[in-house]
Antibody, heavy 124, light 108 residues
Framework: EVQLVESGGGLVKPGGSLRLSCAASGFTFSRYSMSWVRQAPGKGLEWVSS????????YYADSVKGRFTISRDNARNSLYLQMNSLRAEDTAVYYC?????????????????WGQGTLVTVSS | SYVLTQPPSVSVAPGQTARITCGGNNIGSKSVHWYQQKSGQAPVLVVYDDSDRPSGIPERFSGSNSGSTATLTISRVEAGDEADYYCQVWDSGSDHVVFGGGTKLTVL
């Protein structure tokens, strides 16, 4: 059974940092692209970042580029999101989601499994 | 940047057919995916690559995509279909994943 479990959310002050983790199980993690998607309270889904299975391709939304860093450890079946210079508008539930078992643009959409999400609150 | 436009809300009576649209420039040339999100839950993929269904998704859910509009069609709507629905594409022009703003489906 495919499982994605996020952790690392919490309350952080503006300008602070936080590192999110996503533990994957039930599939060959290294073969799949992975993404982070967030949802601000009462708002829609917003794509944050994606990474290929080998980490050779990485993409960021304009709203987080230069502040967030996506990475993965295939030996540990884990996905990460390092978030720096956090702002109030980064407050959201952050989901990790599995893409396709391929590399290339369209492989980052079609997210067939999602974690339960972890809440990040940026407030003083 | 590429924009996907969805109606904020759609209402339908039980047993009827709901159609949720997703508009975008030449969206017919892209692969469109649809997600259902019930209150307090993570999104669930209900249609991918315009018209394919993941295993476990009822045949009542179908999709189409042509020109500037993609459509998610839910036949014989049930109370349990009440949720927010999002369309999604990969935009090769910006190398970004793009979501539509979401449509709240209300079952009357």
């Amino acid at each position: 059974e495919v499982q994605l479990v996020e952790s690392g959310g919490g309350l952080v002050k503006p300008g602070g940092s936080l590192r999110l983790s996503c533990a994957a199980s039930g599939f060959t993690f290294s073969r799949y692209s992975m993404s982070w998607v967030r949802q601000a309270p009462g708002k829609g889904l917003e794509w944050v970042s994606s990474i290929s299975g080998s980490s050779s391709d990485i993409y960021y939304a304009d709203s987080v580029k230069g502040r967030f860093t996506i990475s993965r450890d295939n030996a540990r079946n884990s996905l990460y999101l390092q978030m720096n210079s956090l702002r109030a508008e980064d407050t959201a539930v952050y989901y990790c989601a599995r893409g396709r078992d391929c590399s290339g643009g369209s492989c980052y959409s079609r997210n067939d499994y999602w974690g339960q999400g972890t809440l990040v609150t940026v407030s003083s | 940047s590429y924009v996907l436009t969805q109606p904020p809300s759609v209402s339908v009576a039980p047993g009827q057919t709901a159609r949720i649209t997703c508009g975008g420039n030449n969206i017919g040339s892209k692969s469109v995916h649809w997600y259902q999100q019930k209150s307090g839950q993570a999104p669930v993929l209900v249609v991918y690559d315009d018209s394919d269904r993941p295993s476990g998704i009822p045949e009542r859910f179908s999709g189409s995509n042509s020109g500037s509009t993609a459509t998610l069609t839910i036949s014989r709507v049930e109370a349990g279909d009440e949720a927010d629905y999002y369309c999604q594409v990969w935009d090769s022009g910006s190398d970004h994943v793009v979501f539509g703003g979401g449509t709240k489906l209300t079952v009357l």
